[in-house]
């Protein structure tokens, strides 16, 4: 497929804006192998070896920073071979990062790319810090990514009282038509709390969203001309992506010992 558009990271728009909102600041990141820019350097390589940036901490969600874990796989705190920065998981032990982990940090950067389909575990991790952060007075900014579902198709239900869970945290459809960055300021102004109960004060965190430049709604990944990389083992092309949300849910029904293609060569299209 031909991309009819250039989309570009937003790790590079950030580094043409001289990392503005970083300087000075001791830096977080919360990221995975999909944290790219156009020739595949890593958002973490860009940002430790930029002069003005202090990034001191790094956090890892489901498969780790360099996406070394296999599904569900428990992952613990660790050190970075390439940087030396502690990694400390937030999808082990603690899937809310305890105040002990973002002691000493000014923001948390999230660089993560989507599938736009809620029950996919790094939107809850990115909730989690916002909230996380919210309560310990520690800024968030996003780097927002395409939804590779692209940004008008909105279908399913809301997660209903009593059942949300690391895979539906927060009150949105199942596919919720955002791009990550959207997501971050829907879930912040109607409050990182607001939840089972809904009738406390919203809780907010001081957050950023850097744009994309070049991203319309209409765009389905492939007309980005942006590389894939795989956020998770099991999604391997943006084309997997697409097929998330339908087989994903038909999968879960294991008694009938049905095939969707997990394990195999076309993970979400069988």
């Known amino acids: 497929v031909v ?19 970083l300087e000075g600041k001791r830096v977080g990141l919360l990221t995975n192998p999909s944290g790219v820019d156009r020739n595949l350097r890593s958002t973490i390589d860009i940002l430790y070896k930029a002069e003005n ?119 949105i459809p199942y596919v919720y038509g955002l791009t990550v960055g959207e997501f971050a300021k829907l879930i912040n102004e109607e409050g990182l709390n607001c939840g089972e109960k809904g009738d406390e004060e919203p809780l907010k965190c001081k957050l950023t969203v850097i744009p994309m430049e070049g ?15 795989l956020p998770s083992p099991q999604v391997p092309q943006a084309l997997n992506a697409i097929g998330y949300p339908c087989a994903g849910i038909v999968g879960d029904f294991s008694n009938f010992y049905l095939n969707i293609g997990i394990g195999y060569t076309l993970p979400f299209q069988t």
């Not at 991309?3 to 909102?21: C, N, Y």
């Not at 916002?130 to 198709?153: F, I, Q, S, Y």
């Open 53 to 171: 940036v202090n990034l001191v901490k790094l956090f890892a969600p489901e498969h780790g920073v360099r996406g070394d874990i296999y599904a569900g796989g428990h992952a613990d705190d660790t050190v970075d071979d390439a940087t030396g920065l502690t990694v400390y998981s937030v999808y082990g032990k603690y899937r809310t990062p305890t105040p002990q982990m973002l002691e000493g940090l000014d923001v948390v950067v999230y660089d993560i790319q989507d599938v736009g389909t809620r029950s996919y575990t790094f939107i809850s991790a990115l909730g989690l810090m916002m909230r996380a952060c919210a309560e310990n007075n520690v800024e968030v900014m996003v780097l927002d990514r395409p939804n590779p579902l692209g940004g008008n198709k909105v279908e399913g239900n809301y997660v209903e009282p009593g059942f949300f869970s690391y895979i539906g945290e927060f009150r």
């Open 3 to 21: 991309a009819s558009s250039q989309v570009k990271p937003v790790i590079e728009v950030l580094r043409d804006r001289g990392f503005a909102g």
């Open 215 to 229: 991203w319309e709604r209409y765009m389905t990944y492939d007309q980005t001309g942006l590389p894939w990389i």
